[in-house]
């Protein structure tokens, strides 16, 4: 059995590869191991997005902890970040949330917090995996008065936004702004939330019916949401993916503001303001050479991670940073949450909007041009990730292509975490000759796993 949780959590087509088995497995399992790190019953916070399978997932979890000792609180729709907050709140042993991110709805996936509201570490995965594959020998039914319950959480989207109000420190009532919720968990809490702060809103893409999350529109769409701010002439607009734990936003031109972008304009301000830790700001390997260069020219050092959110916060936790992310949107302010956070993302940029208010948000999105970047993903089986991984002729003739930049652009070649791809991404200054490397590079990785 190969490893079952990814990068973030564990992931697949729901009803084929993510079956109701599976997830009553996952539940038993990490119900056992949240038991054996306890010494009381053990009580779970369960959050999904709008998906269709959620419903299904969330009964088959439900019927996993229960089995086994562990009562399960339901949230219901609540965006990712609400179930990493509130899970502390609570004071509750873990949370989970149901969901496939910024996938098509076809996917579904399930993530688990611990009670400190930060995802598990490699180890208890592990854990948990071990369980699952050992379930005849290890896994135990409780009886009686040890069987867990299930009941609901009213209080669960309230004290979110509540919670996300606190992070606005400016008037935003000037601000006219467009937010595309995906048709996923930020319908549920962002009319609520940004109405409540005074912003002159327009909500699209929250209409939720179980099968549109993230179709054509949300973060993986952005020319709609682009489209509206200037058909409209709003000042800027926000895009979430499925479970509002990224965000990406467009000026009044329309021109994307990615998560890069974020990073850099949240992170003068923080160190103008004296509050950006060490005058640092992580980001991960897929990030612009010239969000980097840039960075620099302000004083602002950057650390680099392997791509993934947790990698990300992994770095921020052990050497004390306060603002990381990826370019596309996951961005962690750790002062205020323990995971992304898009809504949250959105008020801070917001705040910041708001205080320079002689300028166009497009003023703040030309602080640097970033460097032309190609990227071509490579579909392939579990099987060919194996083969990518030994094959030492294709890392050659990567490394040859590095060469042939000359110092001025770089080549990544990685695997997929969470679909069946190889992503190819080349970064330099001449279009031509990085679309012609990466074209080169996909032929090479096709022909020798014979795809």
């Known amino acids: 059995m190969g490893r079952l949780f990814g990068t973030d959590g564990v992931r697949g087509i729901a009803g084929s590869e993510l079956t109701p088995e599976l997830a009553i ?107 699952i594959i050992d379930k005849n020998e290890k896994l135990i039914n409780v009886t009686g008065e040890k069987m867990g319950s299930v009941s609901k959480v009213d209080t669960a989207v309230r004290d979110y936004v509540d919670y996300i109000k ?24 962002a009319p609520i939330l940004f109405t409540e702060l005074g912003i002159k809103a327009k909500f699209i893409g929250n209409e939720p019916d179980g099968t549109n999350i993230n179709k054509d529109c949300g973060s993986t769409h952005i020319e709609k949401l682009a489209e509206y ?40 301000r923080k160190k103008a303001k004296g509050t950006l830790n060490q005058n640092t700001a992580v980001a991960t390997v897929m990030s612009n050479l010239g969000f980097i260069n840039h960075m620099k020219k302000c004083g602002i050092e950057v650390v ?25 949107g996951h961005v962690i302010l750790s002062d205020f949450a323990t995971t992304g956070d898009g809504q949250l993302t959105a008020v801070s940029l917001m705040n910041f909007f708001a205080k320079e208010k002689d300028k166009k948000v497009s003023a703040f999105n030309s602080c640097y041009s970033k460097y032309p970047q190609v990227l071509i993903n490579v579909r392939t089986t579990p099987e060919g990730k194996a083969k990518y991984k030994t094959d030492g002729y294709i890392e050659g003739f990567i490394e040859s292509k590095q060469q042939q930049l000359m110092g001025e652009g770089r080549v990544l070649v990685r695997l997929s975490g969470t679909e069946p791809l190889i992503r190819v991404m080349v970064e330099g200054q001449n279009l031509n000759q990085i679309n012609a490397i990466a074209k080169e590079i996909r032929e090479k990785i096709e022909e020798r796993l014979s795809l």
């Open 166 to 189: 606190t992070a606005c420190d400016s008037d935003l009532s000037e601000l006219k702004v467009v937010f595309d919720c995906a048709n996923g968990a930020s319908a549920m809490t």
């Open 229 to 268: 701010v200037i058909k409209n002439n709003f000042d800027c607009g926000f895009a979430f993916d499925g479970d509002a734990d990224r965000c990406l936003a467009v000026d009044e031109k329309g021109d994307l503001i990615d998560g890069d972008k974020i990073i850099a304009i949240l992170a003068t």
């Open 25 to 131: 497995d996952i539940g038993r399992a990490a119900a056992q191991v949240l038991i054996g790190h306890t010494d009381h019953r053990p009580v779970v916070l369960i959050g999904k997005d709008t998906r269709i399978s959620g419903d299904m997932l969330e009964n088959a979890l439900c019927a996993g902890f229960c089995s086994v000792g562990a009562d399960v609180k339901l949230a219901g729709v609540v965006p990712t970040p609400a179930i990493a907050y509130l899970v502390k709140k609570y004071g509750y042993d873990a949370g989970v949330v149901i969901s496939a991110s910024h996938n098509p709805m076809e996917f579904n996936g399930i993530k688990i917090f611990k009670g400190d509201g930060y995802k598990l570490p490699d180890e208890i995965e592990n854990e948990i995996e071990t369980l």
């Open 304 to 328: 680099t991670t392997a791509v993934g959110d947790r990698y990300v916060l992994e770095e921020m936790r052990a050497k004390g940073y306060n603002l990381g992310g990826e370019q596309s």
